[in-house]
């Protein structure tokens, strides 16, 4: 048998990870033939409920789950790990100010990017999914400088999935019809869901569904306010689909994406005049386990004037961060 990978995820009694760790433990991570031991990572008023989370995968009889360690120790939770779910983060209350949010979890993600520094493989693979998810990926890089900051990434995918879903409904066509589609920027409002290079069998997207109004008055805010939109419907936010997405993010970046574009938010190395450093979401080609960043593209007015904002807005959230960096 194979020697069982080592999966930490944050947050483990939350909402998000009642959909994830039951994916990871059925194989749709690392595939079919692969065992895997979950180290699960929650506060210590959370262990009970990580516990019963425990309790329950033990009763799926999955054959692909070698074992469990839950823990409130970053330390143990990150411990030769080869991949990690950074979900847990500390929920806007009301009254908060932006900035505190920022602050709040900034001092999570210190403690964590020392953990990891600390007790990770150097090739561990992380995804940071709790909010706001590209500066906390950022602190985390920052808190741990013996680690390589290529693997740390932030997830943009269920941005990116969410308007597959509206663009191949727009125009009859299969979601995976759809290349050369991106989020660039912030998983926040200020995302710029990118349809100028998109492609299906053959076509440029723009033309197939032939109405710019819709795609800039419908289709990005749409695609932004999506996740307001779930929590109105469902009274709680997006989990099972965020859960999903933060699997597409890394199956595709274990296993690759056969030459297509994903989006992932990944350190900027100052392309396409990004500050180096951000966590920007932008388009990647995955192979052998790694990521490579679609380079030469060329922006137009309407591009230019998006990116600006999300960008913008992740210089800002560095700005109030800076201590920490
Ligand atoms: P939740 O509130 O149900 O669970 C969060 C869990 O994290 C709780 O169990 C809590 O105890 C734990 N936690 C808090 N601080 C921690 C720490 N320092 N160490 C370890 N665990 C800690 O939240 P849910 O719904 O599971 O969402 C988790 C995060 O994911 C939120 O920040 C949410 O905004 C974010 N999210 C991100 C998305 C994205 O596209 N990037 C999409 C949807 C949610």
Not at 66 to 91: C, E, K, L, N, W
Not at 204 to 220: A, V
Request: some cysteine; proline content about 5%.
């Amino acid at each position: 048998a194979q020697t069982p990978k080592r999966i930490a995820v944050t947050g483990a009694a939350g909402q998000i990870c009642y959909a994830l760790l039951f994916r990871i433990a059925k194989g749709d991570v690392y595939g079919p033939d692969q065992p895997v031991i979950l180290q699960l990572l929650d506060l210590p008023q959370a262990l009970d409920a990580v516990r019963g989370v425990v309790m329950e995968l033990e009763d799926c009889a999955f054959p692909l789950l070698a074992g469990t360690v839950v823990t409130d120790d970053p330390v143990t939770a990150f411990t030769d790990i080869d991949a990690a779910f950074f979900v847990g983060s500390r929920p806007r209350t009301k009254g908060m100010e932006r900035r505190d949010l920022l602050s709040a979890n900034a001092e999570i993600f210190r403690v964590q990017g020392e953990a990891l520094d600390k007790a990770a493989k150097r090739d561990a693979q992380c995804v940071v999914v709790g909010n706001p998810a590209n500066t906390n990926a950022m602190i985390l890089a920052a808190n741990a400088p013996n680690f390589p900051t290529e693997n740390i990434t932030a997830m943009i995918r269920l941005d990116h999935n969410r308007a597959l879903t509206q663009f191949a409904s727009k125009a009859d066509l299969h979601v995976d019809d759809i290349e050369r589609f991106v989020v660039w920027g912030n998983h926040s409002p200020t995302m710029f869901a990118d349809w100028t290079e998109a492609e299906a069998k053959g076509r440029k997207l723009s033309e197939i569904i032939g109405d710019e109004t819709w795609y800039r008055e419908t289709l990005i805010p749409q695609v932004a306010t999506r996740g307001a939109a779930i929590i109105e419907a469902r009274g709680a936010s997006s989990a099972a689909s965020a859960a999903n997405a933060a699997i597409d993010h890394m199956y595709d970046w274990i296993h690759g994406t056969d030459g297509k574009w994903v989006s992932m938010a990944v350190p900027s190395t100052g392309l396409y005049d990004i500050p180096e450093g951000l966590m920007v979401g932008l388009p990647v080609i995955c192979k052998d386990g790694h990521y490579e960043r679609v380079e030469g593209l060329e922006f137009n007015d309407f591009q230019k004037e998006m990116m600006a904002r999300t960008v913008g807005e992740l210089e800002e959230e560095r700005e109030a961060v800076s201590d920490l960096l």
